[in-house]
């Protein structure tokens, strides 16, 4: 019942569902996560130990029960459980409580010096919780929306009327819909944060405007904003989940948050082949929107995608 106890067990589940590597492995840990996530409140007990970084939980059980989360939310089981109001409200607070920490002394000293490995304890927890938040964010917004719902159905927690805008049987919960889903993470600024996460463009300072030009956008992020592939490619998925609405006021107000200038940088510095394939959807997306389009076209992202088309 300790919090070392909890930490250790966690960290063998974690590790049991990357599954086997090397000749002659046979399991992916696809098996392994299904199975843990078909445990009966699986997902929810991990859900209630994300308690906003509230004192209660211990960080290192916090963390790896994030990591967990994020493993298995792949399986339909756990997918439906990300699906609720309740589920998102903890992921949404979970996600305000890491970003204050980083924006904190000394915690975010780590990251904003751009040394992740080798950082004091109290500042790497922070960093890591965060790369596991997001992928969990990610997929309560683009994991099996389909199967989540025919999961919900065989449990009883899915049966209703196609033409309802969630879907939800008498004493079970209610499943949410991917714009539902988006529109939950939009209120309670979830999105917001997460699209805060990716490294602002650069600014054109030669006139004195400070505005993001299409010669400055090209420009390397100063290195204690930048981040990890991971973490990019995993905001990106939410953000194509965002996108498939761009007239949706979660799109609006990320535009006015420099969304477009964001995604072009990303995908004019990105060395890593996928995060640029997930930049390239989510701007396809976004330009159906006119002044998105518009944005995009003056910082000359419409030729970038023209010229790595063949690449991606």
């Known amino acids: 019942d300790t919090a070392a106890g ?20 046979t399991n992916s ?15 929810e007990t991990l859900l209630s130990l994300l308690d906003g970084g509230k004192a209660k939980v211990h960080s290192t059980v916090r963390t790896r029960a994030a990591g967990l989360l994020g493993r298995i939310a792949t399986a339909p089981e756990a997918s439906a459980a990300l699906k609720t109001p309740g589920a998102l409200q903890v992921l949404s607070a979970a996600i305000a409580a890491n970003h204050e920490l980083l924006a904190s002394e000394p915690a975010g000293a780590a990251h904003r010096a751009g040394a992740k490995r080798g950082a004091p304890e109290a500042e790497a927890w922070v960093l890591e919780e ?15 929306h389909a199967a989540a719902a025919a999961t919900g159905k065989a449990t009883g927690k899915g049966k209703g009327p196609s033409s309802s805008p969630g879907v939800k049987e ?19 600024n ?23 030009t299409a010669a400055s ?22 953000l194509v989940a965002v996108m498939e ?8 107000r990320l535009f006015k948050m420099g969304l477009c200038e964001r995604l072009v940088a990303l995908l004019a510095n990105s060395q890593d082949l996928a995060v640029r394939r997930n930049v390239a959807v989510c701007l396809a997306k976004a330009v159906r929107d006119p002044a998105a389009n518009q944005r995009v076209r003056e910082l000359r992202g419409i030729e970038m995608l023209v010229q790595l088309g063949p690449q991606l």
């Open 6 to 25: 909890a930490a250790f067990a966690l960290a063998a589940l974690m590790n049991a569902a990357l599954g086997l590597s090397g000749a002659g492995a």
């Open 29 to 43: 840990g696809d098996a392994v996560r299904s199975a843990i996530a078909r445990c009966p409140g699986a997902a």
């Open 130 to 144: 965060r790369e596991h938040l997001v992928r969990v964010a990610a997929c309560a917004l683009t994991t099996g």
């Open 170 to 188: 008498e004493g079970a919960p209610f499943l949410l819909q991917p714009a539902q889903v988006v529109a939950k993470l939009h209120a309670s």
């Open 190 to 212: 979830a999105l917001a944060l997460l699209t805060s996460w990716l490294p602002e463009a650069v600014k054109d300072t030669r006139q004195g405007k400070g505005l993001v």
């Open 217 to 238: 956008v090209v420009m390397h992020p100063p290195k204690e904003a930048r981040v990890g592939p991971k973490l990019s490619g995993n905001v990106v998925k939410c």
């Open 245 to 252: 609405d761009p007239a949706s006021a979660a799109a609006k």
